[in-house]
């Protein structure tokens, strides 16, 4: 392959500016506030590169905004190539937005302050080597690169059960991403042996000639792991805990991040590379969908940690984006991606306000809490707002993706399409519940009675006006992955 | 002829002193009977034509070797009886020799069924000490320069590990 | 034109949003100006739009709202008769509630909160009425739900209202899912999801699936309007503030149903089924409130029931192909329901927040006007002869009639029955609060002006409504028949059975008033019988609903939490890493530190290898 | 010829299975040593039969590495018993078995 | 004994003379410190000499060979006693090792090495074994003050001692079988029309059980753990990287040269590496001991390692020596930094003693962090291409239930590499104060941190180098 690079690297840029970063932090660990800003000022950086590449990108070649290809381990044939196109844009614009949030929000963090931020900053990169590589190898060792950060951020500074969660985690993730290194390595023998080029490039290894036996047992083991992150229904078990024990920032990542990775994965690397097995996964793939929908619903209606209510929320979310996925057209696509930005939006938005309310009345029990408009009107304002967002309401941001996936959902099998309406319901069911229960009903006397500060201020407006905006006017983010998305469906079921 | 008996007879020799030498409770006693069964391996030696190997296997093994056991026992007074139920308590640790021995019997008995060699057995052969010599020292003389600098680091490993312990030295100061 | 008609729903989107972002840095004043000034600009501009209403309407595209493949959601507004007649009487009936509430909240700490969620629930019931593709119908559909839910749970620090709120958002979103399903269905079959295109492509379709679409309009028309099996909301919302309760909860969110379906008329007219269906949810409603409405001890859950029974009035209207005495059965119904609302507000502000009709009574003597706005209303409601409640119901009740089939004579029947009820829990009401002398011990607190002027407007309204729509047996033209294009709705009966059915209702009425008259002229406090406590708690409802819906529900909640997720899931793997653990504690045991054992370790593993290669040498 | 190789090859055997046999049964440090000591003249006897039968001399001097191996080895064994005696003031190896696990 | 045999053998010469020549210093001058630094430039010294100087014969006193793979190995170990030489500085004052025989014999042991892998006939191999497994017998033991080390010391003596009567009893066979010491005539023996393949075979299972204790496979694993808890750290480092990778590379051209006959040698293996993998992983779950776990995990790695000598060739070679390579990285700078946290009076081990020390001693704990996380062999660290290149192997040549196995084993062992990050990072402080590291120690540690984040990123050079080097 010819060293194809359009102009300055400014993907490569993107990429390790997180990381250097954390190495500056590291650097100067001794001074907190040092960190923060450097570390603010990063993210913010990134959050302009991106937005700058989302104005200046102009397609290139095979539909790629920009592209990046450079020799790295010539013994096994791996490159260096990273690509960008409307949905890694739109899922980068979403990473950089929230880090700057991430960032914010655990601004007064009191405990080894500098080894935090760095985590944080290498956790981006993580992320947005997942978002551009377009390497076998390279984008695994991105999915693998956001372990160990987020492992740490869970384990050392989350809550009570902090340790069990942490390693929860990091097992399951790596059960499910050990086989895809299998699976990505026997590929790439078998393209190998067929062509007698052995290459990583996804491109090269889209067309090797696969059985269908192997097929599904590659896309099977490409799933593990994807599913895992997800997580679709029978393998999510390690969310709740995770999101409950991570702290703030942590837990907008994972929420707002991470999980996108693995839908990020299926949609670039697992389908296109497939494709008969995925179309004789797709049913699979929306029943368990469909069950997880209705299921972390049913069961977030009943938990005590409010914590814990949104992150079965978001399993239930992601439940839709996967049914829409398994719709497979452009319509319930378009969807899929836009309830993924919006749900990390509303979701990371309501994680950061549980970290408010704790900080505020010290707790996360339902029970324990009550009444908080009486004290902190603007907080609760705000709150409502995003539980609103969140179970959909048209107008706000979730309702936008969701209304498209029915719609594409319904035009291609009614019968799912019919079925996923009735979980709408259910988010309604227990997010008023944890509306009612945080700022309705007698006060729980907070011990800290100050409303926002400017630093939550400074927070919350922009995600705010972001839920409102995308729920009212998504056509932008569309346009931009209308393109991609054709290309991806196309040639396919 | 003569010296096909020999060899059975001093291979019978060997075998039974070996026996009772493992099996002596009295570690002086185990090594007297070890040197017997040496002394019968080392006609052995000369039997099969390795006369010099023979005087080597007197000296050092029977002279030097087994002396030093019997010093060190002398040394440290050990006992005898003092390890009790020195077979074991549990047959499990007889177990997995008797199997061994059972496989290696079938090994031997498997040569003997394919019989590879046939007739030409161990021939009558000499090697004379100054082949012997000559073969040493122009083959082997890297391998001798190896194992004199072995010699020569046991011996510093003996010294230091059997030199008594330094008292009167606080941890942490250089001597 | 299009800017002003663009205007109508935007004045009070800004006046919400102003309020709700700024309003608690505002004096009080400007508060309630903000809000009452929006609404009554929307209702000029309203009034600006009329002259444009007439034949097809006028319609304008603000902005494209989602699009992707062939599904487009624009932003389109549609200002056609029906719609014009609607929004004219919720912007005009909004004006003055809002301006009652002004009085009404005056002393509420909050106040910024409730107008801006007052104006925001305006903006969105008028999406609804001008919306011009279903989908922008929905935003509004759930609009007023989310304010009405806001609204209702207005006073938070009692738990029960904020869970008054929840139920009624739950339940009517019941109800949306029918919506949503039905909207979805309809973009699949028709590729568009414009209500003119609908309306005009409905005939394609083949009878089953346009009765099952229609069904599920129906259901979502049903959560919105509080009809049976979805009725058990209304009586609990009545937990919000009392302008709430005239505004959302009598004018307007609860009409929305019937709005929806003359909406798609076009397209319900096509199934006959459907139409039956309708018109017995209607009549059921209807007869179901009214025996509920008997038995209630509080004013507004009397009021809440009767609004209940008259909305099913309406859908019975429907049901019966008849559009316009839908419509003229709403507006009537509009103006009389809410003046009775603010009279019980009134009221209660006079009884010293006492709402318990049997504490109240001799309220006449308190304020001699309240009295007499208030029986105005109750004589439209019980529909007295010539009142704007009694032309609309009647023309109901003909239009039942002069179908003439078994089936809907019965429905007539139930109608007159409820007719019959309908006057004496109105009469019964009356006589509670105004007869007789205060029974409780309250010091009246005294009215702010504002709540007082607001009322003789909506009086006058309710008793002249007949006008809009006066048969031609008085001399009137049906003009709102005419107004809505529908002449097929003029009933052609001959005289003498106009008069019959005139006299039925006529001695309908009076029977209610008497039986009232004789029954609750004093009152006789009595424990009450069974019957009266099954219609007291709306025929146990509730009861039945969480039994046989909520505690299953919540069991399978339950063994989906504790059974799936932490018994078998998490179960499973914590057995799985347990076993390893195990596995690694019993590898513990070889390792004991004695060497002998650590011996036989090596012989073990030669006999391993030796036997391995044994077995190969064998071969 | 003397004997057939596998005589040679059988007795050796016997002996170092009793070197094996003593190096397990024993508990006594110092007779695992001696055990150790049979099994490696056993190795002997087997080398010095092997070079008669292909009547070489590389088995021979085999042999002698092995036996100056072994002195050496019997010299760091052997001292390693003074100071473990020393320590633990026993030569019963059961009685090292403070690591395990 | 011609001059140009010496020339040919300079490193192992200079090695061997140098530690002659530390010892006799050593008798002279008690410095400690100075004779340790003498001894690490002699090291050094001999791997330059190693790497720059070439040869002028092919093999020495067929014996010994000097082909680029033997010199490249002789580079390593020469390093790592280098190595263990520099981490050792602070931690023989602490411990009052005598300098000059402490330095002397770990250049010994590192000549014997050298030796060993670059064999070319029993005699040398068993030479060369025997060489370093004599000196390290003082090396376990050199920690007088305390009974574990004796008791290590006993342990790997007598198992030391069977082994080696188990591996002169296999050359023994091996050289009736078939009358030569040297590899290329020796290996005929097991030629499947060999009519003393028999013989043959017999020796090779004695062999493999040498071997198996050498490299510790299960079920000759057993005193690993207990000679890794009780030797001096630095010398366990040894133990647990040199030690093992001489005798695995000696091995590697050996079982090439097999080819075909060496088919039920590699059943064997085959069996050996998936018990290794599985009983190392297990073992190794429930240790609260870092010296005992990461002899454990050593375990499972030599199983690993196992996969790619059994598969051989140039993919085999190649992921042996580089996962080698980084195993021995990894490996090394764990014990390095339990050395350097190593009291006067007793080393700590114990989990429960380094609880949430993390944050007392940032720097050598992330650097046993980054050490762990590579042997689990998560990305980007070097640990990680060195599984990859495994598996890869192991797939490419078809053994995929031993890939499958591999990876199964990696995930479980996952949980005993996080637990001690988690102890130290995660946990509230324990009572204890540890050491703080001196200069040499950071500068070690630093050196493998630095290796492994730089191979687990750009790993390409040393593949290419390793696949230079292959025989």
Same mark, same amino acid.
């Given at each position: 392959?010819?060293?194809?690079?359009?102009?300055?690297?400014?993907?490569?840029?993107?990429?390790? /500016?997180?990381?250097?970063?954390?190495?500056?932090?590291?650097?100067?660990?001794?001074?907190?506030?040092?960190?923060?800003?450097?570390?603010?000022?990063?993210?913010?950086?990134?959050?302009?590169?991106?937005? +700058?590449?989302?104005?200046?990108?102009?397609?290139?070649?095979?539909?790629?905004?920009?592209f990046?290809?450079?020799?790295?381990?010539?013994?096994?044939?791996?490159?260096?190539?990273?690509?960008?196109?409307?949905?890694?844009?739109?899922?980068?614009?979403?990473?950089?937005?929230?880090?700057?949030?991430?960032?914010?929000?655990?601004?007064?963090?009191?405990?080894?302050?500098?080894?935090?931020?760095?985590?944080?900053?290498?956790?981006?990169?993580g992320?947005i080597?997942?978002?551009l590589?377009?390497?076998?190898?390279?984008?695994?060792?991105? +999915?693998?690169?956001?372990?160990?950060?987020?492992?740490? /951020?869970i384990?050392? +500074?989350?809550?009570?059960?902090?340790?069990?969660?942490?390693?929860?985690?990091?097992?399951?993730?790596?059960?499910?991403?050990?086989?895809?290194?299998?699976?990505?390595?026997?590929?790439?023998?078998?393209?190998?042996?067929?062509?007698?080029?052995?290459?990583?490039?996804l491109?090269?290894?889209?067309?090797?000639?696969?059985?269908?036996?192997?097929?599904?047992?590659?896309?099977?083991?490409?799933?593990?792991?994807?599913?895992?992150?997800?997580?679709?229904?029978?393998?999510?078990?390690?969310?709740?805990?995770?999101?409950?024990?991570?702290?703030?920032?942590?837990?907008?990542?994972?929420?707002?991040?991470?999980?996108?990775?693995?839908?990020?994965?299926?949609?670039?690397?697992?389908?296109?590379?497939?494709?008969?097995?995925?179309?004789?996964?797709?049913?699979?793939?929306?029943?368990?969908?469909?069950?997880?929908?209705?299921?972390?619903?049913?069961?977030?209606? /009943?938990?005590?940690?409010?914590?814990?209510?949104?992150?079965?929320?978001?399993?239930?979310?992601?439940?839709?984006?996967?049914?829409?996925?398994?719709?497979?057209?452009?319509?319930?696509?378009?969807?899929?991606?836009?309830?993924?930005?919006n749900?990390?939006?509303?979701?990371g938005?309501?994680?950061?306000?549980?970290?408010?309310?704790?900080?505020?009345?010290g707790?996360?029990?339902?029970?324990?809490?009550?009444?908080?408009?009486?004290?902190?009107?603007?907080?609760?304002?705000?709150?409502?707002l995003?539980?609103?967002?969140?179970?959909?309401?048209?107008?706000?941001?979730?309702?936008?993706?969701?209304?498209?996936?029915?719609?594409?959902?319904?035009?291609?099998?009614?019968?799912?399409?019919?079925?996923?309406?009735?979980?709408?319901?259910?988010?309604?069911?227990?997010?008023?519940?944890?509306?009612?229960?945080?700022?309705w009903?007698?006060?729980?006397?907070?011990?800290?009675?100050?409303?926002?500060?400017?630093?939550?201020?400074?927070?919350?407006?922009?995600?705010?006006?972001?839920?409102?905006?995308?729920?009212?006017?998504?056509?932008?983010?569309?346009?931009?992955?209308?393109?991609?998305?054709?290309?991806?469906?196309?040639?396919?079921? | 002829?003569?010296?096909?008996?020999?060899?059975y007879?001093?291979?019978?020799?060997?075998?039974?002193?070996?026996?009772?030498?493992?099996?002596?409770?009295?570690?002086?006693?185990?090594?007297?009977?070890?040197?017997?069964?040496?002394?019968?391996?080392?006609?052995?030696?000369?039997?099969?034509?390795?006369?010099?190997?023979a005087?080597?296997?007197?000296?050092?093994?029977?002279?030097?070797?087994?002396?030093?056991?019997?010093f060190?026992?002398?040394?440290?007074?050990?006992?005898?009886?003092?390890?009790?139920?020195?077979?074991?308590?549990?047959?499990?640790?007889?177990?997995?020799?008797?199997?061994l021995?059972?496989?290696?019997?079938?090994c031997?008995?498997?040569?003997?069924?394919?019989?590879?060699?046939?007739?030409?057995?161990?021939?009558?052969?000499?090697a004379?000490?100054?082949?012997?010599?000559?073969?040493?020292?122009?083959?082997?003389?890297?391998a001798?320069?190896?194992?004199?600098?072995?010699?020569?680091?046991?011996?510093?490993?003996?010294?230091?590990?059997?030199?008594?312990?330094?008292?009167?030295?606080?941890?942490?100061?250089?001597? | 034109?299009?800017?002003?008609?663009?205007?109508?729903?935007?004045?009070?989107?800004?006046?919400?949003v102003?309020?709700?972002?700024?309003?608690?840095?505002?004096?009080?004043?400007?508060?309630?100006?903000?809000?009452?000034?929006?609404?009554?600009?929307?209702?000029?501009?309203t009034?600006?739009?009329?002259?444009g209403?007439?034949?097809?309407?006028?319609?304008?595209?603000?902005?494209t709202?989602?699009?992707?493949?062939?599904?487009?959601?624009?932003?389109?507004?549609?200002?056609?008769?029906?719609?014009?007649?609607?929004?004219?009487?919720?912007?005009?009936?909004?004006?003055?509630?809002?301006?009652?509430?002004?009085?009404?909240?005056?002393?509420?700490?909050?106040?910024?909160?409730?107008?801006?969620?007052?104006?925001?629930?305006?903006?969105?019931?008028?999406?609804?009425?001008?919306?011009?593709?279903?989908?922008?119908?929905?935003?509004?559909?759930?609009?007023?739900?989310?304010?009405?839910?806001?609204?209702?749970?207005? %006073?938070?620090?009692?738990?029960?209202?904020?869970?008054?709120?929840?139920k009624?958002?739950?339940?009517?979103?019941?109800?949306?899912?029918?919506?949503?399903?039905?909207?979805?269905w309809?973009?699949?079959?028709?590729?568009?999801?414009?209500?003119?295109?609908?309306?005009?492509?409905?005939?394609?379709?083949?009878?089953?699936?346009?009765?099952?679409?229609?069904?599920?309009?129906?259901?979502?028309?049903?959560?919105?309007?509080?009809?049976?099996p979805?009725?058990? %909301?209304?009586?609990?919302?009545?937990?919000?503030?009392?302008?709430?309760?005239?505004?959302?909860?009598?004018?307007?969110? =609860?009409?929305?149903?019937?709005?929806?379906?003359?909406?798609?008329?076009?397209?319900?007219?096509?199934?006959?089924?459907?139409?039956?269906?309708?018109?017995?949810?209607?009549?059921?409603?209807?007869?179901?409130?009214?025996?509920?409405?008997?038995?209630?001890?509080?004013?507004?859950?009397?009021?809440?029931?009767?609004?209940?029974?008259?909305?099913?009035?309406?859908?019975?209207?429907?049901?019966?192909?008849?559009?316009?005495a839908?419509?003229?059965?709403?507006?009537?119904?509009?103006?009389?329901?809410?003046?009775?609302?603010?009279?019980?507000?009134?009221?209660?502000?006079?009884?010293?927040?006492?709402?318990?009709?049997f504490?109240?009574g001799?309220?006449?003597?308190?304020?001699?006007?309240?009295?007499?706005?208030?029986?105005?209303?109750?004589?439209?409601?019980?529909?007295?002869?010539?009142?704007?409640?009694?032309?609309?119901?009647?023309?109901?009740l003909?239009?039942?009639?002069?179908?003439?089939?078994?089936?809907?004579?019965?429905?007539?029947a139930?109608?007159?029955?409820?007719?019959?009820?309908?006057?004496?829990?109105?009469?019964?009401?009356?006589?509670?609060?105004?007869?007789?002398?205060?029974?409780?011990?309250?010091?009246?607190?005294?009215?702010?002006?504002?709540?007082?002027?607001?009322?003789p407007?909506?009086?006058?309204?309710?008793?002249?409504?007949?006008?809009l729509?006066?048969?031609?047996?008085?001399?009137?033209?049906?003009?709102?028949?005419? %107004?809505?294009?529908?002449?097929?709705?003029?009933?052609?009966?001959?005289?003498?059975?106009?008069?019959?059915?005139?006299?039925?209702?006529?001695?309908?009425?009076?029977?209610?008033?008497?039986?009232?008259?004789?029954?609750?002229?004093?009152?006789? =406090?009595?424990?009450?019988?069974?019957?009266?406590?099954?219609?007291?708690?709306?025929?146990?409802c509730?009861?039945?609903?969480?039994?046989?819906?909520i505690?299953?529900?919540?069991?399978?909640?339950?063994?989906?939490?504790?059974?799936?997720?932490?018994?078998?899931?998490?179960?499973?793997?914590?057995?799985?890493?347990r076993?390893?653990?195990? %596995?690694?504690?019993?590898?513990?045991f070889?390792?004991?530190?004695?060497?002998?054992?650590?011996?036989?370790?090596?012989?073990?593993?030669?006999?391993?290898?030796?036997g391995?290669?044994?077995?190969?040498?064998?071969? | 010829?003397?004997?057939?190789?596998?005589?040679?090859?059988?007795?050796?055997?016997?002996?170092?299975?009793?070197?094996?046999?003593?190096?397990?049964?024993?508990?006594?440090?110092?007779?695992?040593?001696?055990?150790?000591?049979?099994?490696?003249?056993?190795?002997?006897?087997?080398?010095?039969?092997?070079?008669?039968?292909?009547?070489?001399?590389?088995?021979?001097?085999?042999?002698?590495?092995?036996?100056?191996?072994?002195?050496?080895?019997?010299?760091i064994?052997?001292?390693?018993?003074?100071?473990?005696?020393?320590?633990?003031?026993?030569?019963?190896?059961?009685?090292?078995?403070?690591?395990?696990? | 004994?011609?001059?140009?045999?010496?020339?040919?053998?300079?490193?192992?010469?200079?090695?061997?003379?140098?530690?002659?020549?530390?010892?006799?210093?050593?008798?002279?001058?008690e410095?400690?410190?100075?004779?340790?630094?003498?001894?690490m430039?002699?090291?050094?010294?001999?791997?330059?000499?190693?790497?720059?100087?070439?040869?002028?014969?092919?093999?020495?006193?067929?014996?010994?060979?000097?082909?680029?793979?033997?010199?490249?190995?002789?580079?390593?170990?020469?390093?790592?006693?280098?190595?263990?030489?520099?981490i050792?500085?602070?931690?023989?004052?602490?411990?009052?090792f005598?300098?000059?025989?402490?330095?002397?014999?770990?250049?010994?042991?590192?000549?014997?090495?050298s030796?060993?892998?670059?064999?070319?006939?029993?005699?040398?191999?068993?030479?060369?074994?025997?060489?370093?497994?004599?000196?390290?017998?003082?090396?376990?033991?050199?920690?007088?003050?305390?009974?574990?080390?004796?008791e290590?010391?006993?342990?790997?003596?007598?198992?030391?001692?069977?082994?080696?009567?188990?591996?002169?009893?296999?050359?023994?066979?091996?050289?009736?079988?078939?009358?030569?010491?040297?590899?290329t005539?020796?290996?005929?023996?097991?030629?499947?029309?060999?009519?003393?393949?028999?013989?043959?075979?017999?020796?090779?299972?004695?062999?493999?059980?040498?071997?198996?204790?050498?490299?510790?496979?299960?079920?000759?694993?057993?005193?690993t753990?207990?000679?890794?808890?009780?030797?001096?750290a630095?010398?366990?480092?040894?133990?647990?990287?040199?030690?093992?990778?001489?005798?695995?590379?000696?091995?590697?051209?050996?079982?090439?040269?097999?080819?075909?006959?060496?088919?039920?040698?590699?059943?064997?293996?085959?069996?050996?590496?998936?018990?290794?993998?599985?009983?190392?992983?297990?073992?190794?779950?429930?240790?609260?001991?870092?010296?005992?776990?990461l002899?454990?995990s050593?375990?499972?790695?030599?199983?690993?390692?196992?996969?790619?000598?059994?598969?051989?060739?140039?993919?085999?070679?190649?992921?042996?020596?580089?996962?080698?390579?980084?195993?021995?990285?990894?490996?090394f700078?764990?014990?390095?930094?339990?050395?350097?946290?190593?009291?006067?009076?007793?080393? @700590?081990?114990?989990?429960?003693?380094?609880?949430?020390?993390?944050?007392?001693?940032?720097?050598?704990?992330?650097?046993?962090a980054?050490?762990?996380?590579?042997?689990?062999? @998560?990305?980007?660290?070097?640990?990680?291409?060195?599984?990859?290149?495994?598996?890869?192997?192991?797939?490419?040549?078809?053994?995929?239930?031993?890939?499958?196995?591999?990876?199964?084993?990696?995930? @479980?062992?996952?949980?005993?590499?996080?637990?001690?990050?988690?102890?130290?990072?995660?946990?509230?402080?324990?009572?204890?104060?540890?050491?703080?590291?001196?200069?040499?120690?950071?500068?070690?540690?630093?050196?493998?941190?630095?290796a @492994?984040?730089?191979?687990?990123?750009?790993?390409?050079?040393?593949?290419?180098?390793?696949?230079?080097?292959?025989?």
């Amino acid at each position: 392959m010819a060293e194809t690079t359009t102009g300055l690297p400014f993907l490569s840029l993107l990429l390790w /500016l997180p990381l250097l970063g954390a190495l500056l932090c590291l650097l100067c660990y001794r001074s907190a506030t040092v960190c923060r800003w450097l570390t603010l000022g990063t993210t913010i950086l990134v959050l302009l590169v991106s937005l +700058w590449l989302a104005f200046a990108g102009s397609t290139g070649e095979a539909g790629w905004l920009l592209f990046e290809d450079r020799s790295w381990i010539e013994p096994f044939g791996i490159r260096y190539t990273l690509g960008l196109d409307g949905i890694s844009l739109l899922l980068i614009l979403l990473t950089a937005f929230l880090q700057v949030i991430a960032v914010l929000i655990s601004w007064d963090m009191r405990k080894h302050p500098a080894f935090f931020f760095a985590l944080v900053l290498l956790l981006e990169t993580g992320i947005i080597g997942v978002f551009l590589a377009l390497d076998l190898v390279l984008f695994y060792l991105f +999915w693998e690169l956001m372990l160990i950060p987020m492992f740490f /951020l869970i384990g050392v +500074w989350g809550h009570e059960r902090r340790v069990y969660a942490a390693v929860k985690f990091f097992l399951f993730t790596l059960a499910g991403s050990l086989l895809l290194l299998l699976a990505i390595i026997s590929l790439y023998l078998l393209h190998g042996e067929q062509t007698g080029v052995y290459t990583f490039a996804l491109a090269a290894l889209k067309q090797t000639e696969l059985s269908f036996g192997q097929e599904l047992l590659y896309y099977l083991c490409f799933m593990a792991a994807f599913v895992v992150k997800v997580p679709l229904f029978p393998f999510h078990s390690w969310l709740p805990d995770a999101h409950t024990e991570a702290p703030a920032a942590g837990s907008v990542d994972l929420a707002g991040l991470l999980l996108k990775t693995g839908v990020y994965g299926m949609i670039r690397f697992a389908f296109p590379l497939f494709p008969q097995a995925t179309e004789k996964s797709l049913p699979v793939l929306a029943g368990l969908a469909l069950i997880g929908l209705f299921y972390a619903a049913w069961i977030a209606y /009943l938990q005590f940690d409010i914590k814990r209510i949104v992150a079965y929320s978001s399993i239930s979310h992601l439940g839709f984006v996967i049914l829409g996925l398994a719709a497979w057209n452009q319509t319930a696509w378009e969807g899929s991606l836009l309830l993924m930005i919006n749900h990390g939006v509303t979701t990371g938005a309501l994680f950061v306000m549980i970290a408010m309310i704790r900080q505020r009345t010290g707790t996360r029990e339902i029970d324990k809490l009550g009444g908080l408009w009486k004290t902190q009107p603007n907080l609760s304002a705000f709150f409502l707002l995003f539980c609103f967002a969140s179970l959909g309401l048209p107008g706000l941001a979730n309702f936008a993706g969701e209304i498209l996936i029915l719609v594409g959902v319904f035009a291609s099998h009614p019968v799912w399409g019919a079925i996923a309406v009735g979980g709408v319901l259910f988010a309604a069911a227990y997010m008023l519940r944890l509306v009612q229960e945080v700022i309705w009903g007698s006060s729980c006397e907070p011990f800290d009675k100050s409303d926002l500060c400017q630093r939550e201020w400074l927070i919350l407006i922009p995600l705010a006006l972001l839920v409102v905006l995308l729920g009212c006017y998504p056509q932008p983010a569309l346009e931009v992955m209308r393109g991609p998305i054709q290309l991806l469906l196309g040639g396919m079921p | 002829m003569m010296a096909t008996l020999m060899f059975y007879l001093l291979g019978a020799i060997a075998v039974i002193a070996t026996l009772l030498a493992i099996t002596r409770n009295n570690p002086v006693h185990a090594v007297i009977y070890l040197v017997n069964s040496f002394f019968a391996l080392a006609l052995l030696f000369f039997l099969l034509g390795a006369p010099l190997v023979a005087a080597w296997e007197v000296i050092i093994y029977a002279g030097a070797i087994m002396v030093l056991f019997l010093f060190i026992i002398m040394m440290l007074e050990i006992a005898p009886g003092q390890e009790a139920g020195r077979f074991g308590p549990n047959w499990l640790q007889w177990l997995p020799i008797l199997l061994l021995a059972v496989a290696l019997g079938a090994c031997t008995l498997l040569l003997t069924g394919l019989d590879p060699l046939g007739a030409d057995g161990v021939p009558r052969w000499y090697a004379s000490p100054r082949d012997f010599g000559y073969v040493l020292f122009k083959e082997y003389a890297l391998a001798i320069e190896v194992v004199s600098f072995q010699l020569l680091f046991a011996a510093v490993g003996a010294f230091y590990v059997g030199r008594p312990e330094r008292k009167n030295k606080p941890p942490g100061e250089k001597p | 034109m299009e800017l002003l008609l663009a205007l109508i729903p935007l004045l009070p989107l800004v006046g919400g949003v102003a309020n709700a972002c700024f309003g608690s840095r505002l004096p009080r004043p400007a508060q309630a100006m903000i809000a009452s000034g929006a609404v009554i600009g929307s209702f000029l501009a309203t009034l600006g739009c009329w002259p444009g209403a007439a034949g097809d309407g006028i319609r304008t595209t603000l902005f494209t709202w989602l699009q992707s493949g062939s599904f487009t959601a624009e932003v389109g507004l549609l200002f056609d008769p029906l719609a014009a007649l609607m929004a004219l009487m919720v912007t005009g009936v909004a004006s003055l509630i809002h301006l009652y509430a002004a009085g009404y909240m005056e002393d509420d700490s909050d106040q910024a909160r409730f107008f801006a969620l007052l104006n925001l629930f305006v903006f969105a019931m008028l999406t609804i009425i001008l919306a011009d593709n279903l989908l922008l119908m929905f935003l509004g559909w759930e609009g007023v739900g989310f304010c009405s839910y806001g609204l209702i749970g207005f %006073w938070y620090h009692k738990g029960e209202n904020a869970s008054a709120g929840r139920k009624a958002f739950i339940v009517t979103r019941i109800g949306d899912l029918f919506f949503t399903v039905g909207l979805l269905w309809l973009f699949a079959l028709f590729g568009t999801i414009g209500i003119e295109a609908i309306n005009a492509r409905a005939a394609e379709l083949d009878p089953t699936t346009l009765t099952l679409i229609a069904l599920l309009l129906l259901g979502g028309a049903c959560g919105k309007s509080a009809q049976l099996p979805l009725m058990s %909301w209304l009586p609990d919302a009545m937990a919000g503030p009392t302008p709430v309760s005239a505004l959302i909860h009598a004018a307007t969110m =609860v009409t929305a149903g019937v709005y929806l379906l003359c909406r798609l008329f076009p397209l319900v007219s096509l199934s006959p089924v459907a139409l039956g269906t309708i018109a017995c949810v209607g009549a059921f409603t209807a007869f179901y409130a009214a025996t509920c409405a008997l038995a209630q001890r509080e004013i507004k859950r009397v009021l809440a029931y009767s609004t209940m029974s008259q909305v099913g009035y309406m859908f019975l209207a429907v049901g019966l192909g008849s559009v316009s005495a839908a419509m003229f059965h709403l507006l009537t119904h509009a103006f009389f329901k809410a003046l009775l609302f603010m009279g019980a507000g009134c009221l209660i502000n006079l009884a010293g927040h006492e709402n318990d009709i049997f504490q109240m009574g001799g309220m006449a003597k308190r304020s001699k006007t309240v009295f007499w706005l208030f029986l105005a209303g109750l004589f439209c409601l019980a529909g007295a002869p010539l009142t704007g409640g009694f032309f609309s119901k009647d023309l109901i009740l003909a239009t039942a009639f002069a179908k003439g089939e078994l089936f809907f004579m019965g429905l007539y029947a139930l109608g007159v029955l409820t007719a019959a009820l309908t006057s004496l829990y109105s009469f019964r009401l009356a006589y509670l609060v105004f007869a007789g002398d205060f029974r409780g011990e309250e010091l009246p607190h005294e009215l702010p002006k504002l709540m007082l002027w607001t009322l003789p407007l909506l009086a006058l309204f309710g008793l002249a409504g007949g006008l809009l729509n006066l048969p031609h047996l008085f001399g009137g033209h049906s003009w709102l028949t005419g %107004w809505l294009g529908r002449d097929g709705d003029l009933l052609q009966l001959p005289l003498e059975m106009e008069y019959l059915l005139l006299s039925v209702a006529l001695t309908v009425f009076l029977l209610g008033w008497l039986i009232a008259h004789f029954r609750y002229r004093k009152l006789r =406090v009595s424990e009450p019988g069974c019957l009266c406590g099954f219609f007291l708690s709306g025929w146990r409802c509730d009861a039945f609903f969480d039994r046989l819906l909520i505690r299953p529900f919540r069991v399978l909640c339950r063994f989906c939490w504790q059974g799936v997720d932490t018994g078998l899931i998490d179960g499973l793997l914590e057995g799985f890493a347990r076993t390893c653990l195990n %596995w690694g504690q019993a590898l513990r045991f070889f390792a004991d530190g004695k060497i002998s054992r650590y011996l036989q370790g090596f012989v073990w593993g030669l006999l391993l290898i030796v036997g391995w290669f044994l077995l190969q040498a064998v071969r | 010829m003397i004997v057939p190789l596998e005589h040679v090859l059988i007795l050796s055997t016997i002996l170092f299975l009793l070197g094996l046999v003593c190096v397990l049964v024993r508990r006594n440090l110092i007779m695992i040593l001696i055990g150790v000591e049979i099994m490696l003249n056993a190795v002997g006897l087997l080398l010095v039969g092997a070079s008669a039968f292909w009547q070489q001399i590389d088995g021979q001097v085999m042999v002698i590495f092995l036996m100056a191996m072994t002195s050496a080895e019997v010299s760091i064994s052997l001292a390693m018993v003074v100071y473990l005696n020393r320590r633990k003031g026993t030569v019963d190896v059961r009685a090292f078995d403070e690591m395990r696990g | 004994m011609s001059l140009l045999e010496l020339q040919s053998l300079l490193p192992q010469l200079i090695l061997a003379l140098g530690a002659t020549a530390v010892l006799m210093g050593g008798a002279w001058l008690e410095n400690r410190r100075v004779w340790l630094v003498i001894g690490m430039l002699l090291a050094l010294v001999a791997a330059c000499a190693a790497a720059l100087f070439e040869p002028p014969l092919v093999e020495v006193a067929g014996m010994y060979g000097t082909s680029l793979y033997a010199r490249f190995c002789t580079v390593f170990w020469s390093l790592c006693v280098a190595a263990t030489l520099l981490i050792s500085c602070r931690y023989a004052d602490l411990h009052r090792f005598g300098g000059g025989e402490y330095a002397s014999l770990l250049l010994f042991a590192g000549a014997g090495m050298s030796l060993l892998s670059a064999a070319t006939s029993f005699v040398g191999l068993f030479i060369g074994l025997e060489a370093f497994t004599l000196v390290l017998y003082i090396l376990i033991a050199f920690n007088r003050t305390d009974n574990r080390g004796a008791e290590a010391g006993l342990k790997y003596l007598v198992f030391g001692a069977v082994a080696t009567g188990f591996l002169a009893f296999g050359i023994a066979l091996i050289y009736t079988a078939t009358g030569s010491f040297h590899f290329t005539e020796a290996l005929a023996g097991l030629q499947v029309e060999n009519s003393l393949r028999p013989l043959g075979l017999a020796g090779w299972a004695m062999l493999l059980v040498a071997i198996g204790f050498k490299i510790s496979l299960v079920p000759f694993h057993l005193w690993t753990p207990d000679v890794y808890q009780g030797a001096p750290a630095p010398i366990s480092g040894l133990l647990a990287t040199a030690a093992k990778g001489a005798v695995l590379a000696a091995f590697l051209p050996l079982l090439g040269g097999l080819g075909e006959a060496g088919g039920v040698v590699k059943e064997v293996l085959w069996l050996l590496a998936i018990l290794t993998m599985l009983v190392g992983t297990f073992a190794a779950l429930p240790q609260t001991n870092l010296k005992r776990m990461l002899a454990y995990s050593s375990v499972a790695h030599m199983g690993y390692l196992l996969v790619a000598l059994l598969i051989g060739g140039a993919v085999g070679g190649q992921a042996l020596l580089f996962y080698l390579l980084v195993y021995s990285l990894a490996t090394f700078g764990a014990f390095g930094v339990v050395t350097s946290w190593a009291l006067a009076e007793e080393e @700590i081990q114990d989990y429960a003693a380094i609880r949430g020390l993390g944050y007392l001693h940032p720097r050598r704990a992330s650097a046993l962090a980054v050490f762990l996380l590579s042997l689990a062999g @998560i990305p980007p660290l070097a640990g990680f291409f060195g599984k990859f290149g495994i598996f890869h192997a192991a797939l490419r040549s078809g053994y995929t239930e031993l890939a499958v196995i591999g990876v199964l084993t990696s995930l @479980i062992s996952l949980y005993y590499y996080l637990r001690p990050v988690i102890v130290l990072f995660m946990q509230d402080r324990s009572a204890y104060q540890l050491r703080s590291g001196c200069r040499e120690e950071y500068l070690l540690l630093g050196g493998c941190v630095a290796a @492994i984040l730089f191979f687990g990123v750009y790993p390409g050079p040393l593949l290419e180098l390793v696949a230079l080097v292959l025989p």
